[in-house]
């Protein structure tokens, strides 16, 4: 089993900075991909960023440029940096694992980003 436990969303003004952060526990080995998801109110999940355990990363065209996904082995977390952001990237920003032995997600932590 996979433990994931978001920290770091909170209220920021627009054109500010957040860093989230996903903490892990459990067994991810081999051939996985970590990723963070949001979900904004009355709309579906959708993708912001993720990395392959050979460190390849991918980001939702809305957030190229402006976030950066990344992880730190040894303290077993995963970051999303987020900065210049925007009133369109309030959600609930969810962390997902996903390899051989199934999807894991995290419980979510707010952003609120106002203008």
């Known amino acids: 089993q996979v433990q994931l436990v978001e920290s770091g969303g909170g209220l920021v003004q627009s054109g500010g900075s957040l860093r989230l952060s996903c903490a892990t526990s459990?067994?991810?080995?081999?051939?996985?991909?970590m990723g963070w998801y949001r979900q904004a109110p009355g709309k579906q999940r959708e993708l912001v960023a993720t990395?392959?355990?050979?460190?390849?990363?991918n980001y939702a065209d809305s957030v190229k440029g402006r976030f950066t996904i990344s992880r730190d082995n040894a303290k077993n977390t995963m970051y999303l940096q987020m900065n210049s952001l925007k009133p369109e990237d309030t959600a609930i920003y969810y962390c997902?694992?996903?390899?051989?032995?199934?999807?894991?997600w995290g419980e979510g932590t707010l952003v609120t980003v106002s203008s």
């Open positions: 997902n694992v996903r390899q051989l032995t199934g999807n894991y």
């Open positions: 459990g067994s991810i080995r081999g051939i996985y991909t």
């Open positions: 990395i392959t355990s050979i460190s390849t990363t």
